[in-house]
């Protein structure tokens, strides 16, 4: 007998939707091996609409992305795909294949850009190989799988970004089953006993251009015998709200139930719908890029996600300059290597990362006004 049955009936459709195997997404962790290549589709063309979006929302207000004027006066031959926009899109058409699951998303790294600009109606291809995979004895339903990912222009073959990501994903098998053939790894234990460190002084720059944060660094020897850090807040933040947890990612291809099913994410720890990584980490580099003079994005490295961002939370961000170097010997810019760390209404950190951006000088701002 078949179609002799009313859906539209709530009791019926329940009945029916209790005994109907789902057609699941995604790959849980046994589907890993390392070495694997994957090819993922589709990819993204970058449109300008996508990338304003992406900026405005996250409050990257840097008119370089926005006008022609200023796209010019940093060297542009025309306005480019902003980069937290690329980064995200790259990372998008990959959720599907390596982490449509779920599971954490333990950290990013060695993020480099290898082209100094993005032109707008690009077409992106997208490839990841799998690098490593290991069990996790503290959560036993849960592989950790890391790839490299890398974006390439699909008309031309350049490569344009790569980085490399590790996600705990569920496994199909359980431990039990499982005929533990992965190295299995242990997360550091939690402590309440930590010596805090932090210095002395936290010393602020008096602007956002390479010389502010170069003398800022000098301050911290010669004034305070090197017990101080050049360290700050960002006033501005975010609350998170329909645009940025489920719309901004959609726009990228990220199509993981935890932006988008209320439902299943109810009963998730999270307890609500979580933002996408991405849209948490450039919240938190666009309050803090309001406050400096970038000139280019270089990279990031050691990027984690410590905990969930759910709508309603605000995202803050918290600076520490590392460093401040003179390697380019360009006149336009210096080096400056930043820690981030973005964090929400309650002071908790919710992402953290080092980012190495060239950073203007005052000269050149001066000679572009």
């Excluded at 290898?114 to 036993?140: K, N």
């Excluded at 935890?258 to 307890?271: E, R, Y």
Aim: net charge negative.
């Amino acid at each position: 007998m078949t179609g002799d049955f009313e859906l539209s009936d709530g009791e019926t459709f329940r009945a029916a939707l209790d005994r109907a195997a789902t057609k699941a997404k995604g790959n849980c962790f046994e589907d890993f091996a390392d070495g694997d290549e994957l090819e993922h589709d589709p990819g993204l063309t970058l449109t300008r609409h996508a990338s304003e979006t992406w900026a405005g929302q996250t409050l990257n207000h840097d008119p370089a992305y926005w006008r022609p004027d200023a796209a010019r006066d940093r060297g542009f031959d025309s306005v480019p795909a902003h980069p937290d926009y690329v980064t995200a899109a790259v990372m998008g058409p990959t959720v599907e294949d390596l982490s449509e699951k779920g599971g954490y998303f333990l950290g990013r790294t060695n993020l480099r850009f290898h082209a100094d600009a993005v032109d707008l109606g690009t077409t992106l291809q997208v490839r990841s190989e799998v690098l490593d995979t290991a069990t996790s004895s503290s959560r036993p339903n849960y592989g950790i799988v890391t790839w490299r990912t890398e974006g390439v222009d699909a008309d031309t073959g350049d490569r344009l970004l790569s980085y490399e990501r590790t996600n705990m994903i569920p496994r199909r098998n359980p431990p039990a089953a499982d005929g533990g053939e992965h190295e299995s790894v242990d997360e550091p234990p939690e402590t309440d006993d930590r010596d805090l460190g932090l210095p002395g002084t936290f010393v602020e720059p008096d602007g956002g251009h390479f010389e502010d944060f170069a003398a800022a660094l000098a301050t911290t020897e010669d004034t305070h015998g090197g017990d101080a850090a050049v360290a700050y807040r960002h006033e501005r933040g975010r609350t998170m709200d329909a645009v940025t947890v489920s719309q901004l990612p959609l726009m990228t291809l990220n199509t993981a139930k935890q932006h988008h099913d209320a439902n299943v994410m109810a009963d998730s720890p999270s307890g609500d719908l979580v933002a996408y990584g991405d849209v948490t980490r450039s919240t938190a580099l666009g309050n803090a890029r309001s406050d400096e003079a970038t000139w280019r994005e270089v990279g990031f490295d050691d990027e984690r996600f410590h905990t969930f961002v759910t709508p309603g939370d605000t995202v803050y961000c918290f600076t520490h300059v590392r460093d401040a170097r003179d390697e380019d010997a360009d006149e336009r810019y210096g080096t400056v290597e930043f820690e981030h760390v973005a964090f929400n209404q309650d002071d908790d950190p919710v992402y953290s990362g080092t980012r190495t951006a060239r950073i203007q000088r005052r000269s050149t701002t001066n000679a572009g006004n």
